[in-house]
């Protein structure tokens, strides 16, 4: 099959599935990653391996997008009044998962390589399956205030630490590159990400104030999203960096930022559709059966630390028990990242790398069905989750 005819039916099966699924009160999200599990090689194989990499791109720049957007929550004067907070349950959720899964790998028998790398995967919480929740429910309050500002620390603070472990891992099982050339090599991967980003952000908010017209200013943001996107691949550096960077610097800068925002919320849902497919799509079912007890024990203590670490250090800051009770509930997709970073270790660590997959992609197949409606529940319970809408629909 074609790619653009394999675009087009991602689409229309994404719409088609984004209504069927509210009929049973479950999120558009799950809608869109059951049917590409069903149209995809694991399945109906009507999208096939080579139309998913020929259509890689596209996920790319969807994951980009869907940064930019979390980006545009770090604003200064929030973090001001959340900051604290939101680092502090940031760092006790995902180094909770971090520490439970690798120790229960080292009980079980796993080499002390892949226990960090699978305990650094688990730290990560999906952005982009969060958001579409949040986005479809239109959910507001300061369960998803924290929700949104927690997102964008955990994907950072993921990147960080993955970047740091695996210097360590390459110095100690690797090739002994030395401490200094490790040292700059996570340096530049953190601050040529951050800096190409910031400067994008820059000369976007100066072109916008410039722009009057909806269609230019949506022309404007998907063109430094994707500008951004093949700079950061060009320079080696981290593109979710890079693009989370432009929407902060945007959210920070003088000039108005609601309509270059609103804009790129009014265009970006066909992309946003197509990329929940194509991860449905990518999902690998026949590794299910083989989860074995390392995967059962990957899901349990990840959902153990993430749950039980926001609550913990909620516990012990002036927080409300609605936020303690149900912050740590929206913390459990986990999809596009940590598969990213799964190729990341299969490259860099190929004698650790199927090792690691095959706990990972089992795990991410259970999170990525169980953490949509987890977080739309904790949403519901909250009061904060409206009567649902149709995100591809636009409306």
Known sequence: MNEIFSVGL????????????????LPEVTGYLFVGVVIGPSAADIITRENLEALELLSEVALGLILFSIGTIVDVRTFRRIG?????????????????VAGVMLL??????????????????APATTLMVVREYDAR???????????????????????????????????????????????????ASVALGALVGLALDLWSSRVSESGETAILAIGA????????????????LATLAVGATIANTAGPTEPLVGELRRS?????????????????????????????????????????????????????PLLQRHLGWCLLSSSSLAIGLTIQIRSQF???????????????????????????????????????RTIVGGQ
């Not at 999203?225 to 979710?240: C, E, I, Q």
């Not at 799509?281 to 039980?308: D, H, N, T």
């Not at 004698?351 to 529940?377: C, H, N, S, Y």
């Open 141 to 191: 309050g300061p369960l998803t205030d924290t929700l949104l500002a927690l997102l964008a620390f955990n994907n950072v603070l993921v990147l960080i630490t993955f970047s740091v472990v695996a210097a360590v891992l390459t110095f100690v099982v690797g090739d002994r590159i030395s401490p200094y050339a490790s040292l700059h090599a996570l340096l530049w991967s953190t601050l």
């Open 10 to 25: 991602i689409l229309l099966v994404a719409l088609a599935a984004g209504h069927l699924v509210q009929y049973v009160r």
């Open 268 to 320: 970006d849902p066909p992309v946003f559709a197509a990329f929940f497919v194509l991860a449905g799509a990518e999902l690998p079912l026949a590794m299910l059966p083989q989860i074995g007890v390392a995967g059962l024990a990957y899901v349990a203590m990840r959902s153990v630390g993430k749950v039980s670490g926001a609550f913990v250090a909620l516990r012990s800051l002036p927080t409300s």
């Open 108 to 125: 079980l028998g796993a080499p002390l390589a892949v226990a960090l790398l699978l305990g650094v995967v688990a730290m990560e919480t």
């Open 225 to 240: 999203v994707l500008l951004t996107v093949g700079a950061a691949r060009a320079l080696g550096v981290s593109p979710l």
């Open 84 to 100: 604290r907070m939101v680092a502090s349950v940031t760092a006790a959720e995902a180094f909770g998962a971090c520490v439970l």
């Open 350 to 388: 190929p004698q650790f790398g199927d090792q690691v997959a095959a706990v990972v992609l089992a795990a991410v197949i259970v999170f990525e069905i169980a953490g949509p409606i987890l977080a739309r529940t904790a949403l519901v319970r909250a009061g904060e989750a409206s009567t649902p």
